[in-house]
């Protein structure tokens, strides 16, 4: 099941710059899409969604920008800071044709370095 | 903050035997699921549950598998006769209102040896 990929496994950075995680789909029921933190040991935490009717949404450092016409939505982290450090997962969801399922890519791990 | 309460933590279990997962849902939620995460995979949906029943279900959600809701806060997973794939973080997630405000658990780490 490829419908959600995130290609890049890890990512590392320099606390204070900017991060950006990288999402693609497949599948044009896809009409909402979520970003979840993850740490060792824990459940998934939701961050920050968007409606496919909207191509950005922001909430203090986090935005996440959605380019339907190329199914790719991304995930930018400004300023990043250590406590940033985790599996980032991006998850999709058809809505009501899908009993509201979600649909998560293969996470990447980012690293905030001091 | 309502939390999504996921017991036990840790379960280790014999191949062919029976196993319950438990969570506690937030209590004013409507929609419960289960997710499962094999060591270095996705995160895979198995079930989906409202008004009592079954909503969908993936292709992983065989005969094996079960889920309950017994009482007015308690949701179950029930593996009937669990195999070693069935090793994994296995995630109980609530929403009041889908796909809004998923919240999930700590997860339940199922070993079967």
């Known amino acids: 099941d490829q419908q959600v990929k995130q290609n890049s496994p890890s990512l590392s950075v320099q606390e204070g710059r900017i991060s950006i995680l990288n999402c693609d789909y497949t599948?044009?029921?896809?009409?909402?899409f979520l970003w979840y933190k993850k740490y060792p040991a824990e459940g998934p935490t939701f961050l920050i969604s968007?409606?496919?009717?909207?191509d950005k949404n922001e909430d203090g450092r986090f935005t996440v920008f959605l380019n339907k016409s190329a199914k790719h939505l991304s995930l930018h982290i400004v300023p990043s800071q250590p406590g940033d450090s985790a599996v980032y997962f991006c998850?999709?969801?058809?809505?009501?044709?899908?009993?509201?399922?979600?649909?998560f890519g293969e996470g990447t791990q980012l690293t905030v370095n001091p | 903050e309502p939390e999504v309460t996921q017991t036990p933590s840790h379960q280790v279990t014999q191949m062919g035997q029976e196993v319950i997962l438990r969570c506690v849902p937030i209590?004013?939620?409507?929609?419960f699921y289960w997710y499962r995460q094999i060591l270095g995979q996705k995160v895979e949906f198995l079930v989906s549950?409202?008004?009592?029943?079954?909503?969908?279900k993936s292709e992983i959600f065989d005969d094996q598998f079960s889920v309950e809701r017994p009482d007015g806060s308690n949701f179950t997973l029930k593996i009937r006769s669990t195999k070693l794939e069935d090793s994994a973080m296995y995630f109980c997630?609530?929403?009041?209102?889908?796909?809004?405000?998923?919240?999930f658990g700590s997860g339940t780490r199922l070993t079967v040896v």
């Open positions: 997630a609530s929403t009041y209102n889908p796909p809004y405000g998923y919240t």
């Open positions: 599948n044009s029921m896809f009409d909402y």
């Open positions: 968007i409606s496919s009717i909207k």
């Open positions: 998850a999709a969801s058809a809505g009501e044709t899908s009993g509201s399922r979600l649909t």
């Open positions: 209590s004013n939620h409507l929609y």
């Open positions: 549950f409202y008004n009592n029943e079954i909503s969908e």
